[in-house]
């Protein structure tokens, strides 16, 4: 099948978008599942639990990666991969042997070094860098509270403790600038399942504002973003991705808006709140609760959340999903099954039976989750299509063949428009298909 050819960024422009300072703006027509642009990152770095199963420097997934013969902890898919990698890998190669296993940044601060280093190497602008410069990304410096200071200045200890021996480093001001900078504009990368691989910088991409009814979907082939339409986009119309998950309520998403990116966002959704009586929606009860009760619920809802959260890097898989079933169990007397709290925390429980291998637990969770998934996000959403995904491969590994034959086949349908018909993640699962 041919690639589609990337577009260069032609059909759009930079523009001042009005209350949201800069913007992307279609010049043309785009059609749903169109690729508008893509953009390769300014530089990347792979998650350290994915090492060994992805190439560190194309984070391509395959079988037989070669590693470094230094520091034997980062896999490459050749010799190729390995040079194109080593001005930035050798920035850690032989810290990790020094360290050992005290060698531990964070991923922020690996890959504000890199940024570091490709701005001494390549100073001047980028193939990433087409339409948003990464030296003109919005720090929102001055709406830092004492607490977001001081794990900037976290950050720059362990960027001095673990890079030193490497770097040229700027003043201090000039390093919280840049923390702050990364931490506004910098990507995650997932894989198809929504799992997490590592973290890049995309300028190109950064430049799009957010809208809560977003027009565009960013997916990764490997170390590359694609932007699509899952709307149809008109000349004249402003591009808008997600920042968020959208699975939530509108206070909660603002709440998360105004943490991390520092605005209130005035989309359609946002003010009209169609949604928000779906996703909070409480049982029908022939004694139905108060406001208070609700409210209550509500609040004891966004603390579990952040508790489970909290408790994900301590407790065991027992003792979450422990967590999951008590809240849920407590939830469930004032919410329905679709109410987005649950969901949420169905998800997690989900992802507890996975880790431990209970096919059927996860199974009997995503069979629960789905329905309301897709009710709940825009169409061509990612969610929904990794929860088809996984309901598809349960069902396989339980043997109902015809149940994931069909819920496969759904993720399929939302990943061509989402990632193109061309995506290596949707050639795999075709395969998969034809295996059983």
């Given at each position: 099948m041919r690639s589609e050819a990337a577009p260069q960024p032609g059909g759009l422009e930079r523009f001042a978008s009005p209350g949201k300072g800069r913007g992307l703006r279609a010049l043309r027509r785009y059609a749903v599942g169109e690729l508008l642009f893509s953009c390769p990152a300014y530089t990347a770095v792979l998650t350290v639990s994915e090492r060994g199963g992805h190439c560190d420097g194309c984070f391509a997934r395959k079988e037989g990666l070669s590693?470094?013969?230094?520091?034997?902890?980062?896999?490459?898919?050749?010799?190729?991969?390995?040079?194109?990698?080593?001005?930035?890998?050798?920035?850690?190669?032989?810290?990790?042997?020094?360290?050992?296993?005290?060698?531990?940044?964070?991923?922020?601060?690996?890959?504000?070094?890199?940024?570091?280093?490709?701005?001494?190497?390549?100073?001047?602008?980028?193939?990433?860098?087409?339409?948003?410069?990464?030296?003109?990304?919005?720090?929102?410096?001055?709406?830092?509270?004492?607490?977001?200071?001081?794990?900037?200045?976290?950050?720059?200890?362990?960027?001095?403790?673990?890079?030193s021996k490497h770097m040229e480093y700027p003043d201090n001001a000039a390093l919280v600038v840049l923390f702050a900078q990364v931490n506004c504009n910098g990507f995650t990368i997932e894989d198809e399942e929504l799992s997490h691989l590592g973290s890049a910088i995309f300028p190109d991409v950064a430049l799009m504002n957010h809208s809560c009814c977003p027009n565009v979907i960013v997916t990764y082939k490997g170390t590359l973003a694609e932007v699509r339409a899952v709307k149809e986009i008109e000349p004249g119309e402003e591009v808008f991705t997600s920042y968020i998950d959208l699975l939530y309520p509108t206070e909660d998403r603002n709440d998360r808006l105004r943490d991390s990116y520092f605005f209130t966002c005035d989309c359609r959704e946002c003010t009209m709140k169609e949604k928000d009586k779906e996703k909070l929606k409480i049982r029908k009860l022939n004694d139905p609760p108060s406001a208070e009760a609700v409210r209550d619920m509500i609040k004891y809802a966004r603390n579990v959340i952040e508790e489970f959260r909290r408790a994900k890097h301590y407790k065991s898989p027992s003792e979450l999903l422990e967590i999951c079933e008590l809240s849920l169990d407590k939830m469930g007397a004032v919410f329905e099954d679709s109410n987005v709290y649950m969901l949420h925390m169905m998800y997690q429980a989900m992802g507890v039976c996975l880790y431990v291998q209970d096919w059927e637990g996860a199974l009997r969770y995503g069979q629960k989750i789905i329905r309301p998934y897709s009710k709940h996000y825009p169409s061509y959403s990612l969610n929904v299509a990794s929860m088809w995904l996984k309901l598809g491969r349960l069902y396989m590994a339980l043997e109902n063949r015809p149940a994931g034959d069909k819920a496969l086949k759904k993720a399929i349908a939302i990943m061509e428009v989402a990632h193109g018909k061309d995506h290596p993640y949707i050639s795999e699962i075709k395969k998969e298909l034809e295996d059983h």
């Open positions: 590693k470094c013969g230094r520091c034997k902890q980062a896999f490459y898919c050749n010799v190729e991969c390995q040079k194109e990698d080593w001005p930035m890998h050798k920035l850690e190669c032989s810290a990790m042997c020094a360290f050992g296993q005290n060698w531990n940044p964070s991923e922020t601060v690996r890959l504000t070094a890199r940024i570091l280093a490709k701005q001494k190497i390549h100073p001047e602008r980028t193939q990433s860098e087409k339409l948003l410069a990464v030296k003109e990304f919005e720090s929102h410096l001055d709406k830092l509270d004492n607490e977001k200071r001081e794990l900037i200045q976290n950050d720059i200890a362990a960027l001095h403790h673990f890079y």
